[in-house]
């Protein structure tokens, strides 16, 4: 099975996974040296009861609301390396300031932050936090008891929505 590299597009109602099964007969030299170094990121449907809406309109990269019924939440995608003494996302003032507008208005906006597997070189791990903790960072031990494989993170965010 071939899959290209997709690049964000959370208006799928999706989040993001890796695929491990790659025709290497069907793709490039180029393409398989760029996923071996990045990983290759493959959409995950979360259902078709959740909607989602793209944020890039309002100037925010990488952040979808989900919507369920009547409940919404919004999820900021963020992708590292590996998990260092700290894990703390790189945002934005932007970002920062949208998290402090949701709080106003008493909503969140978790951050997913994907963690690149050392053996498999994809982003096949995640860890879910909230606006505060993304801001302030979590201790390595803590996001290493947190972390989660994608289909459970998917689990969670729509724990959040019910």
Known sequence: MHVSMD????????VFVNNLNV?????????????????EK??????NDVHTQCSAELGLRHVTKYRFNKRSVYVKHV???????????KLTSSDINFFRALDKVSMRC???????????????????LDDFEAIQGI????????????????????????
């Open 23 to 39: 025709d290497a007969q069907k793709s490039s030299l180029f393409s398989r040296i760029i996923r071996r170094l990045f990983g």
């Open 79 to 89: 992708f590292i390396e590996h998990i260092g003494g700290i894990v703390k996302p």
């Open 110 to 128: 978790y951050v997913l932050v994907y963690v690149k597997n050392a053996y498999t070189h994809n982003y096949d791990h995640a860890v879910l």
């Open 139 to 162: 201790k390595s031990a803590e996001a290493a008891r947190r972390l989660v494989d994608l289909s459970q993170a998917s689990q969670v965010i729509r724990n959040i929505l019910l």
């Open 42 to 47: 493959r959409i995950v449907q979360l259902g």
């Open 7 to 14: 690049r964000i597009t959370p208006n799928h109602g999706c």
